[in-house]
């Protein structure tokens, strides 16, 4: 009999608020995390906001490590881990630390300490960069750090699947605990702010002047954004012997790839259907039992409506009972983050029976005409949860998340 | 939970050694290394000159007139390897367009070097004029989703960046997914360019062997004297597939995956137990999950690059996840030769093991005149060796304390 895996612990370092309570609250209000950027100048830009996160401070969550030899993105994916493990009730010394690892995902890793490199390069000071450059910059360090920081010897995996990345790293979080590989999992994804990204997304014009209206006729695009999110996984039955608060069992997730484009999703959202109805499958789910959907709902003319295809596609006529909303619009785009926070946000909906809002959604365009729950919160049954994810190079995630009461 | 029996049923590399197996296992068998001055960028004022390139590297020999431009060099690398394992495994493009193939693809950096060019572009014409283009291949999973793209690969599509265990990871990774039925057949293996970042960055942290014309120069694992690894770059893919589609579907088996182990050493090399520890750990998971024991191995294909701790961490590794039966067991060490292929180095292993089963021929470890003293890798030999090997290990560590071992097992049809 294959092991049932639950959540147990959540921590989550966002634009809207740093840890579990803060975040539900501040979604549940519909505050939005989006103002004018303050990491770098963006005088030479056509756009100027983001969704950073504000007033971090890294001390507050290192005890082994120092946040200077840390880049921004591990220092995020560290505190959201601690944070993680306190609201599970799991004391680090009480771990097999041999059995306990980490997995995450991420865009870009620690994109600043390659443009560090590059300021330097571009003003010919390169001998400025030391041997930091290895320690800091290649996206391994993440979970390298998160694992060094909490003493875990267990698998630690790094999965840069681009703006999907959580699903995946939290897929393979779930493996690795059913195959009985570890007792415990941390499981997620961490971004920093990136000139990088910024200057891609702004490129490709992809990035909206004001607010992120996900569904919305006049759209203008998505909002680059930062932080981190971390689950705690556990089996079921450690999780019940140890008497900790069950959010949701993870029930079941599908992977694929469009193989169409590097930066557009397939015109009628092949892969995303393929990835939502192994979900499905894999979990033993009738798509008339999702009480609800965490979109990926980016704001894009593109994505939103492509979306809205697979999900009309798949789910048939049940598409339009099930409500379905995008919280990038109140955090923007938090890269390999965004689907970590996002399963989070799953998790929540099914554990307290409500689900957040898609705001600044005033004016439906006529081509999303499902139910994108604007503006307002919504207090409802929450049974299954599905939360969707896309990427960059056409890698497509959906995770299937199930209340607590439904597991025999 | 066992699950499925996962075998390899084709394989494709790009090295500087050669572009098909039978010409890299001939070249490590004869002892020809990669390691030569490098062209492909300037090194002029860094310590080492030293890399293992691929010279003249042509994706079109692979992939034909189709539009290569949107590929940078690592998905060009990646590519071509999927290309060639395509081929030797038969999944024809018909094949592809009703089945579902995927590919799980270990990787490093990518490309650090596109990732700078498209930033440093911006830096100094301003940010309207970096490339939109280049853009989407500045995301690490870049070299997978265009290698998809190619040879429409619409399955499972997972880049793993764990340092130099990534390839190593990714075939773990893969070889799950199919154990557990989540996929049939999956293109998995690894893949880094040769780039001046990457480079810089290693020379900066100390690693690349040092050129004095003196013994030590070029990297020589577990020897005395050796001060550190070469950079090499490549990429290498197996298929994999589930035994019993594989079969019958008449497929020409290659070997199985038998086993493998993952752990972390927390203290990232600071502490030489914890690191010894955490070696000897993913060694004995990877046995155990393999249902073997020590002695039923019967060679070593070491991770040792030349780096002056990391391979004293090894032998010690090995040793303790052994429970010391290491004395009958021969030992190579690939990257003598082809240098440190960061996410490709794991797979170039599993592709060469693959050889030594075949025809019985372990490659050596050119120039290693002296172990280190407390070494307890007696068959650690600069020549090559005659190896009958039916499980063969394979080990992968990393700089920042990943661990992951391999068992490959011989599969006699």
Redesign the interface.
Known sequence: MEQRIVITGIGVVTPIGIGCQEFWTNLLKGLSGIAPVQSFDTSDYNVHRGAEVKEFNAEEYLLNLDAAHLGRASQFAIAAARLALVDAGVEIGSLDRQRAGVSMGTTSGEPREVERFDDSYVSKNLDRIGPEFLALYPCHVIAAHVASELNLAGVNIMIPTACAAGNYAIARAFDVMRAGRADLMLAGGSDAFSRITFTGFARLGAVAPESCQPFDRFRKGMIPGEGAGVLVLESLNRARRRGARIYAEVAGYGLSCDAHHMTAAHPQGDGAQRAMKQALADSATRPEDVSYISAHGTGTQTNDRLETIAVKRLFKEAAYSIPISSVKSMLGHTMGAASAIEAAVCALAVSNDRVPPTINLNDPDPECDLDYVPNFAREMRVNVAMNNAYAFGGNNASLILRKRELLN | ?IGKRVVITGVGVVSPLGDSPVRVHGSLSQGLSAIKPIQLFSTAGLGCPLGGEILDFDAAKYLGQRNLR?LDRTSRLVASAAQLALEDSGWSAEMRNTQ?V??VLGT???S?HT??E???R???A???Y???MD????????A???T??V?????????????VT?GL?AIS?AA??IR?G?AHALLAGGADELCF?SF???E????LCRSHDSAGDFPIPFDMRRNGSALGEGAALLMLEDAMLARERGAHVLGEIKGHG???????GRNSS?AV??IG?AIR?ALSDAFLLPHELDCLSASANGSQIGDRYEASGVFAGLNGQTRKLPVTAIKSMLGETLGASGPMQAVALLETMRDGVLPGIPQLKEVENAFPLEMAQSESQEADVTNGLINSI?????CCSLILTRCDD
């Open positions: 939970l949107p579902e995927g590919l490093m950096f990518c650090v990732i700078s498209f930033d440093r911006a830096l100094e301003g940010p309207t970096a490339s939109p853009f989407s291949n500045t995301v690490i999973n870049a997978a989703g265009q998809a793209i040879h429409n690969l619409r399955g499972v599509n997972t880049t793993i960046s764990t340092g990534s990871e990774y799950d997914l557990y989540r970042e810089y960055g290693f900066r942290a100390g690693l993952s752990s972390y050493d927390c203290s990232r914890d520890e955490a750990t998971q990393g700089l920042d304390g990943h």
